[in-house]
């Protein structure tokens, strides 16, 4: 979805579900991505990484998907937990880090 | 575990007063952010620091902005004169070159 004003584009799922967030970025030159998980009242925390060099890197329970052709990146969440539920960001750079709109990722118990 | 610090945690200003904010990066990280964080939205860069040297600064209001990183270690940014529309967390993150940044809790920044 588009963000609209303040609102944020909000991804619901359930306890244990497998959750996919997506992310356009936009400059063809940036070359590392990285995803970072933002809760309420406190700074992003790093989650993941993957180099322009790579298409999938994989985590504890998170997995990146880079397609450079049509400039996506993707955060896949396996078993999601309460403790996901957050804004998560997707960041870009070849010089300075870029971040995207932000998604919030709400778990229904 | 190493992480960056941040000072104040909140900040309540009066329109037109100067408002100072300091970050301590992680120790070796020789590259220094501030970026500003609108409620539901994203963070936006403000002013990027390679040691002690500005390497962007081009969405930082100079006018009312300023930044500096002395000794290449921490840094300070200021706002004179605050502006109600300043109001915003501030975050400071810190990296090695081509790695990750680690972020700050923020400082919170309110302008009445």
């Known amino acids: 979805g588009e963000s609209v004003g303040l609102h944020l584009p909000t991804l619901s799922v359930q306890e244990g579900d497998n959750s996919i967030i997506n992310c356009a970025y936009s400059?063809?030159?940036?070359?590392?991505f990285i995803w970072y998980k933002q809760e309420s009242g406190k700074g992003p925390q790093f989650i993941i990484d993957?180099?322009?060099?790579?298409d999938k890197r994989q985590g504890q329970r998170v997995t990146v998907l880079l397609n450079k052709t049509v400039k996506h990146l993707s955060l896949q969440i396996a078993a999601t937990q309460p403790g996901d539920s957050a804004v998560y960001f997707c960041a870009e750079t070849h010089s300075k880090l870029t971040f995207g709109k932000g998604i919030t990722l709400s778990v229904r118990p | 575990e190493a992480e960056v610090a941040q000072s104040p945690r909140y900040k309540i200003t009066e329109k037109s007063q100067a408002v100072a904010f300091w970050c301590d990066p992680i120790s070796g990280h020789a590259t220094l952010y501030w970026y500003r964080q609108i409620l539901g939205q994203g963070p936006e860069l403000l002013v990027q620091f390679q040691d002690e040297s500005v390497v962007d600064d081009s969405q930082l209001p100079k006018d009312r902005f300023s930044a500096e990183r002395l000794k290449g270690v921490d840094s300070t940014l200021k706002i004179q004169p605050a502006e109600l529309g300043d109001s915003a967390m501030y975050l400071c993150?810190?990296?090695?070159?081509?790695?990750?940044?680690?972020f700050g809790q923020g400082t919170r920044l309110t302008v009445v």
């Open positions: 993957i180099r322009s060099n790579m």
């Open positions: 993150a810190s990296s090695l070159p081509r790695g990750e940044a680690f």
């Open positions: 400059n063809s030159a940036s070359d590392y």
